[in-house]
């Protein structure tokens, strides 16, 4: 596993009191079509090497970039998710942002559980995706990456969707009973809209969740869930900007590139990555 943006990074810029902590997880344990999420966080990693240091008019990496070593993914679920918690958990201590970098969406459970232990706060998430990710055990697995939404609302993580364009009844439900605050893809996409403020109650501790997904697929085929009608690459950047002006981000994923052997998807992963840094640092514009 090498460093997210390596070659650009000067010595001070690597180091452990960076800014941005990033961990890799590359899980793959409860994909329910196409597979190949586990070489996600070193294909992103790869890419990193070929981006600039300008993104969006600032440069994110002088405020610092350390890439941790992967977590391990053997063993039962429930184990995997407590010791990426413990990682996040470890970096927001720090008073870091932690970066995980996945891997299918399951992960998001156990990082966004470190972040919360963490902080000792309530925290919400702004969340782009195809799917809803709230259905119940699917599969018979609580951990699954279509049910890990719901695991988090149980926890009592609010909750705002952009982009989801693919759910089911049980879905919808979950929507109503947890207030999940939503607007859909089809909706966004059709009104060519920007910016959707959130609720004057949502939770100032942001954590953002990124299924590459969310992107359509003509942006981002190498995923193991493409739908039809998704995102535009600046749309989906531009929603996550919005969000968060007047919060603050406390930690963000960005999951489900499974590699296709086309790097132009690694980059876009890996720049999609770089542009959150971005938006991380100007976020109380």
């Not at 958990?89 to 969406?105: D, F, K, R």
């Not at 919808?172 to 959707?196: G, I, M, P, W």
Request: charged residues 20%.
């Amino acid at each position: 596993m090498g460093i997210f943006l390596d070659s650009e990074l000067t010595s001070g810029e690597r180091a452990d009191t960076a800014r941005f902590r990033v961990i890799p997880m590359p899980l793959e344990r409860t994909v329910s079509y196409g597979a190949g999420t586990k070489s996600g966080p070193n294909a992103i990693i790869a890419a990193s090497d070929e981006l600039e240091r300008i993104c969006n008019g600032s440069e994110p990496c002088i405020h610092g970039i350390h890439t941790e070593a992967e977590v391990n993914c053997d063993g039962p679920l429930p184990d995997v998710m407590e010791r990426l918690a413990q990682r996040t958990e470890s970096a927001v201590n720090a008073g870091q942002i932690p970066v995980t970098l996945g891997g299918e969406h399951s992960l998001s459970y156990g990082a966004v559980m470190g972040v919360s232990r963490a902080l000792g706060k309530p925290i919400g998430i702004v969340q782009i995706d195809a799917h809803a990710d709230l259905r119940v055990a699917y599969q018979g697995e609580k951990h699954s990456h279509a049910s890990v939404m719901h695991l988090l609302s149980e926890e009592g993580v609010r909750l705002a969707q952009f982009g989801v364009r693919a759910l089911c009844q049980q879905e919808v439900d979950s929507r109503a009973q947890h207030q999940v605050f939503c607007v859909d893809a089809e909706e966004l996409v059709t009104k060519n809209t920007l910016a959707v403020d959130l609720p004057d109650d949502f939770p100032e501790h942001i954590y953002v969740s990124f299924d590459v997904d969310g992107l359509d697929p003509s942006l981002m085929p190498a995923t193991g869930t493409p739908v039809p009608g998704g995102l535009g690459y600046y749309q989906a950047l531009r929603l996550v900007e919005n969000a968060l002006k007047g919060r603050k981000c406390v930690g963000f994923d960005v999951v489900e590139l499974a590699p296709n052997g086309n790097e132009a998807w690694d980059f876009t992963a890996a720049q999609i990555v770089y542009r959150l840094m971005a938006a991380c640092c100007a976020e109380r514009n």
